[in-house]
């Protein structure tokens, strides 16, 4: 009788995983309250653009049917001009 197949990942694979776990563990080991506050904003503003991208999805929900497209794109330029600001503050610090 031969044994069952083999039912996980493929070795190349699991030595990619523990490569790629350890690169992190080490760019991640000192590690702030300040680095989990920036990866916090970064996540929340991902996840917001990925839902926003879903519902746009639907063509109901498309820009194109808005009423107030203008009010609408005036208040997207004043928050990318935020987010712009953020970036160019983070520049700033980190050089």
């Known amino acids: ?3 069952p197949p083999r039912c996980g990942p ?3 694979m699991a030595a990619e995983i523990e490569r790629y776990t350890a690169e992190m563990r ?3 080991l000192h590690d702030t309250v300040a680095d989990d506050a ?3 904003f970064l996540g ?11 519902v746009q ?3 109901e929900n498309s820009f194109a ?3 107030r497209q203008a009010d609408h794109i005036e208040a997207f330029r004043r928050l990318l001009y935020r987010l712009h600001l953020v970036l160019i503050d983070w520049e ?3 050089t």
């Not at 929340?44 to 879903?54: H, V």
């Open 38 to 40: 920036a990866e916090g």
């Open 65 to 67: 049917h808005a009423n």
């Open 92 to 94: 700033e610090t980190a």
């Open 26 to 28: 080490a760019r991640t």
């Open 44 to 54: 929340e503003l991902d996840e917001a653009l990925w839902i926003f991208e879903e």
């Open 10 to 12: 493929p070795d190349w």
């Open 1 to 3: 009788m031969s044994p």
């Open 57 to 59: 999805a639907a063509a």
